[in-house]
């Protein structure tokens, strides 16, 4: 049981470059999360999705964007990535929205 | 929308009790949760509470006073695995999330 898997691991990007994060989760949760984790800060939530077909904004949204593709998956593009962008992201998913996240390992991103 | 208050950091030895404290303040408050997070890794869920009292998992506990907004973990007979951070986490009525900042706990032998 993989439960929740994201791609890539690691990523470096130069200032102004594209991307997108990929997110799958097989428990068949119907809420799926993007945080991003900066030293200090705990973890703030980027977007998220309630339910497949419907995404929201949440405590960081600017400079992202997201897509649910389907039940199983979540994806997070960054147009135009700046430095201000590296951190850890992490993907999480939730039966219910109200507990027992399920995340992700993690992206591990700087921009140069 | 949530914010929540917890202590940045607490030391304490082997077999020792540490009480993590953390107040919130949000709206459409529904629950608060825990999760614990070893150096980069993933969150892992501990503990939830939706209604005020103790909830017990082995050597973890975790309190909700919802009329004082305060809750508390309390991790027992401390481990060096234990040696981690722990974050609270508060969930309202729009399915989402929000995290404190995380308490840095270090178990010295």
């Known amino acids: 049981n993989a439960g929740v898997t994201q791609t890539p691991k690691f990523q470096v990007l130069k200032t102004g470059q594209s991307m997108t994060l990929q997110c799958a989760q097989d428990?068949?949760?119907?809420?799926m999360y993007w945080y991003r984790q900066d030293p200090g800060m705990g973890l703030r939530l980027i977007y998220y999705?309630?339910?497949?077909?419907?995404?929201d904004k949440g405590e960081v949204p600017n400079g992202y964007n997201v897509s649910r593709l389907n039940k199983r998956e979540f994806s997070l593009r960054l147009e135009s990535a700046a430095p201000s962008q590296t951190s850890v992201y992490f993907c999480a998913s939730s039966e219910t929205g109200e507990y027992g996240y399920t995340f992700g390992s993690g992206t591990r991103l700087t921009v140069v | 929308g949530q914010s929540l208050e917890q202590p940045s950091e607490v030391t304490a030895v082997e077999g020792a009790i540490v009480q993590i404290n953390c107040t919130y303040q949000t709206s459409g408050f529904y629950g608060l949760s825990w999760y614990q997070q070893h150096d980069g890794g993933a969150p892992t869920f501990l503990s939830y509470?939706?209604?005020?009292g103790l909830e017990e998992t082995g050597r973890f506990s975790s309190f909700l006073s919802r009329s004082d907004s305060y809750g508390y973990l309390l991790l027992q007979e401390l481990q060096m695995k234990d040696s981690a951070s722990y974050f609270c986490a508060g969930s309202s009525n729009d399915y989402k999330l929000s995290f404190g900042a995380g308490t840095t706990v270090t178990v010295r032998a």
């Open positions: 428990m068949n949760h119907n809420s």
């Open positions: 509470n939706a209604l005020d």
């Open positions: 999705s309630a339910s497949e077909g419907t995404t």
